[in-house]
């Protein structure tokens, strides 16, 4: 059975359920895949949790936020200081996403593989910042590395790629905000404003207290750059969308289409080598038109026509079983696991 | 398109006997016109537009003809008329305030032809939400057509939304 050292850099939601999901599926990573995945790090902004022979992580998810109490806690480390010093064989990162710097994620993840450490991450900032470094120095160090989770969460957006070797992929349009997308589908159904839409999606927890970043189309815009650069092969950057928000959409505009047919929602386009974000028009009867917090792929395939994957494009388990996933693979191609 | 004018008895059933042709050869009409008040020696003109499938345009158009003929339906004009596409968008912002009849005119001297305009009003001095149906010509790409549309409404500081 292979031994597969990990270490965690974020314990935040994402990193905690990962922590839970590895925990649970224990048996099955034996089981199914001969593996077993040993956690020897976990890493916080303020310091980590390292033990060299594996971190008990039903320890962990026991004392869940008084993990700082444990003994084998060290304050105040940093994973960018102590990467190259751990035996891992894959780091996941988890950080939150800077947008402007992509940090302290990108360093995470340059470290990792200039010390030819496979990586998965679900934190997109460093990849719609720098997709075309990350990936070739991961070429340059035969590494690996995933990030299915940094785009639409744990619908298989990315790694349907593999999926569909056999075809070509000519263009792509998406939800891939669930926030703006509750909102414009509360817009349509209630007649409310944006305003009082916005406002109730922050009460039930869709939306964060600054939602600029959701509103205003770029969390969208990081995530067509990935799916782009990833599955029509493009090298484009966060700086390369055109990029509009929704704030301007009025209900009058909502109720004016509704007679022709179509509804407003926040597409996210890639076609013909350009990208954008955007609210469109499209027929109600179109499988884009999906209503809540949803995320929707539409992929325009040459031998195929459209192809579609939908579900939900956030949340902490439904990241960690992307990561999951992304694991398994790396191991499989590895050779670790059948 | 293709745009046939034609004189027909003015009969019951002799629209049915310009149709029948036109669609027993795979033509899909677009619109026909009847003008009663220009009858004379009781036939009366019609217009009909319809698209013939382009590979068997010719042949079709022939046969269209030759069976017209034979119901004695006389064909006055036969013209090839210009392939138009349609688009709907909203413009939100201060529509009329920055002259509505100036963003469709220019948008006319570009070949985009605003067919139909519809709007909301909330105040005065709030803005309004105008959905406009534009026709624009066959050779005319869409991302075209929105450069020209965004050229507008980023001087008139108005919010685009197209299909």
Known sequence: ?338 | MINLEVKIPDTPGSLIELIRPISKYGGNIYGILHFHDRKLKNMIPVNISFELSEEIQEVSLQNIKKELKEKNIQIENISYGIEKKLITIILTGHVFDTDVMDTIKRLASKNINVLELQAKFTKLEEVSNVKLRIEFPEEMDKKELTNELRKICEEKKLFLITS
Not at chain 1, 237 to 252: F, L, Q, R
Request: glycine letters at 8%.
């Open chain 1, 1 to 338: 059975m292979m031994n597969v050292k990990i270490c965690l850099i974020g314990k935040g939601i994402v990193g905690s359920s990962l922590l839970q999901l590895l925990n649970e599926k224990k048996q099955l990573f034996k089981q199914k895949f001969n593996l077993k995945i040993t956690v020897n790090s976990i890493f916080e902004s303020d310091g980590a949790l390292i033990k060299d022979k594996g971190i008990d992580l039903k320890e962990i998810l026991d004392v869940s936020d008084d993990f700082r109490n444990l003994p084998y806690w060290r304050r105040d480390v940093k994973a960018i200081d102590l990467i190259s010093e751990l035996d891992i064989d894959i780091c996941i990162e988890t950080t939150p996403t800077n947008p402007k710097t992509g940090e302290p994620g990108l360093s995470h993840i340059i470290e990792a593989l200039n010390n030819h450490i496979d990586v998965i991450s679900s934190n997109k900032g460093p990849f719609y910042l720098e997709y075309k470094k990350i990936k070739n120095l991961a070429e340059q160090n035969n590494c690996f590395v995933k990030y299915e989770a940094t785009v639409a969460s744990c619908v298989p957006s990315l790694s349907i790629k593999e999926d569909l070797i056999g075809n070509e992929i000519l263009s792509i349009k998406a939800i891939l905000n669930g926030t703006s997308n509750f909102i414009l589908s509360r817009m349509t159904a209630e007649g409310v404003d944006f305003p009082l839409a916005l406002k109730e999606a922050q009460e039930l927890g869709y939306a964060e207290s600054d939602p600029t970043l959701d509103i205003d189309g770029y969390d969208a815009a990081g995530k067509l750059v990935i799916l782009a650069n990833e599955l029509l092969g493009w090298s484009k950057n966060i700086k390369d969308v055109k990029v509009e928000g929704i704030s301007k959409i009025t209900p009058h505009a909502i109720e004016l289409v509704k007679p022709d047919g179509f509804v407003i929602k926040p597409l996210a386009i890639a076609e013909n080598n350009e990208l954008s974000v955007e609210p469109r028009l499209i027929d109600k009867n179109s499988p884009l038109n999906i209503s809540g917090n949803l995320n929707v792929v539409e992929l325009e395939t040459k031998y195929a026509g459209p192809i579609i994957l939908m579900g939900r494009g956030a949340g902490g388990f439904e990241a960690a079983s992307a990561i999951i996933n992304d694991l398994i693979d790396i191991t499989r191609k590895k050779g670790y696991s059948p």
